[in-house]
């Protein structure tokens, strides 16, 4: 089993910044793939960004491209996604996904993903 816990989420400006942060616990989390996605009330689960067992980034769509970031620390088994220009429509619960070991195969979709994470509000005001 692996266990998955955001943090970071919370109250911005629009323009400002923040950093999630998702810690991975139970089983081996270097040679996984880990996503973050977002939901947002009223709407269906979007893909923000991945990055895979070996350090690629994957972006997401160009409503978060040049603003958001993700890197994995695997010293720390860590995901980051760190967030730029923060808008009013970046108002989400953000998720993190954790893949199958050394999975590749179509990373934006959620259902490449065996484990999730409880979620972290992010909220950003006008």
């Known amino acids: 089993q692996v266990q998955l816990v955001e943090s970071g989420g919370g109250l911005v400006q629009a323009g400002g910044s923040l950093t999630l942060s998702c810690a991975v616990s139970?089983?081996?989390?270097?040679?996984?793939?880990m996503a973050w996605f977002r939901q947002a009330r009223g709407k269906e689960r979007e893909f923000v960004s991945a990055?895979?067992?070996?350090?690629?980034?994957?972006e997401g769509s160009d409503s978060v491209k040049g603003r958001f970031t993700i890197s994995r620390d695997n010293a720390k088994n860590t995901v980051y996604l760190r967030m730029y220009s923060l808008k009013p429509e970046d108002t989400a619960v953000y998720y993190c996904?954790?893949?199958?070991?050394?999975?590749?195969?179509?990373?934006?979709?959620?259902?490449?993903?065996?484990?999730w994470g409880q979620g972290t509000q992010v909220t950003v005001s006008s």
């Open positions: 139970g089983r081996t989390f270097s040679n996984r793939p």
């Open positions: 990055i895979t067992w070996s350090g690629a980034g994957i």
């Open positions: 996904a954790a893949g199958q070991a050394y999975g590749n195969t179509d990373l934006r979709s959620p259902g490449s993903y065996d484990y």
